[in-house]
């Protein structure tokens, strides 16, 4: 069973940063490329940024673009979101997913607020 654990969430103010992470099991983490996405209250699911399975063919949305870094390490099963510059319209709940997917797991909430 494919099972996806975000965490790395939180409470920060305009302009600082997070780190999240999603620990991957039940299939081949490697050969798989990944995604983030994240939904907004009162808002659907938004792509933010995509990684290949070596971690190459990075992408980004634009409004995230230059300030979130996607990586991942496979010999840890971990996918990786490098948010930085956060600003109050990032806030959300965080989710990753195979790229073909949707999310399956809890997610994890990022409010940006001062």
């Known amino acids: 069973e494919v099972q996806l654990v975000e965490s790395g969430g939180g409470l920060v103010q305009p302009g600082g940063s997070l780190r999240l992470s999603c620990v991957a099991s039940?299939?081949?983490?490697?050969?798989?490329?990944m995604k983030w996405v994240r939904q907004a209250p009162g808002k659907g699911l938004e792509w933010v940024s995509t990684?290949?399975?070596?971690?190459?063919?990075?992408a980004y949305a634009h409004s995230v673009r230059g300030r979130f870094t996607i990586s991942r390490d496979n010999t840890k099963n971990t996918l990786y979101l490098q948010m930085n510059n956060l600003k109050p319209e990032d806030t959300a709940v965080y989710y990753c997913?195979?790229?073909?997917?949707?999310?399956r797991g809890q997610g994890t909430q990022v409010t940006v607020s001062s």
């Open positions: 997913a195979i790229y073909s997917g949707s999310p």
């Open positions: 990684i290949g399975s070596g971690g190459g063919n990075i």
């Open positions: 039940g299939f081949t983490f490697s050969t798989y490329a």
